[in-house]
């Protein structure tokens, strides 16, 4: 059920690709986007990426986000993360 989730919402954010990045990236960042939906789920809380996909959406969500940054309220997210919306190559969609 979750992967059809994810299915249905990161398929259409490749309507708002940008040509810079790479298909494998495209496929990671989306993915990631589309689980940030999922984050308070049962399912999600047992994903080995889970720290990951959570890093890539405080980026996605906040387009000025500073770097390096931890997870707060998530002990098993120990590392400093240094993804920004310009290092995901992620554009506001009203640009």
Not at 7 to 19: C, E, G, H, R, V
Not at 64 to 80: D, L
């Amino acid at each position: 059920m979750a992967s059809n989730w994810v299915k249905q919402i990161s398929d259409p954010l490749y309507a708002f690709t940008n040509n810079d990045m790479t298909i494998a990236n495209k496929n990671t960042i989306y993915e990631a986007l589309a689980w940030g939906g999922l984050e308070k789920t049962d399912i999600f809380k047992t994903k080995a990426d889970k720290c990951d996909i959570m890093a890539i959406n405080i980026a996605g969500r906040n387009m000025s986000h500073g770097t390096p940054y931890t997870i707060v309220g998530h002990p098993q997210c120990t590392a400093n993360y240094n993804y920004t919306a310009q290092s995901l190559k992620l554009k506001k969609l009203c640009d």
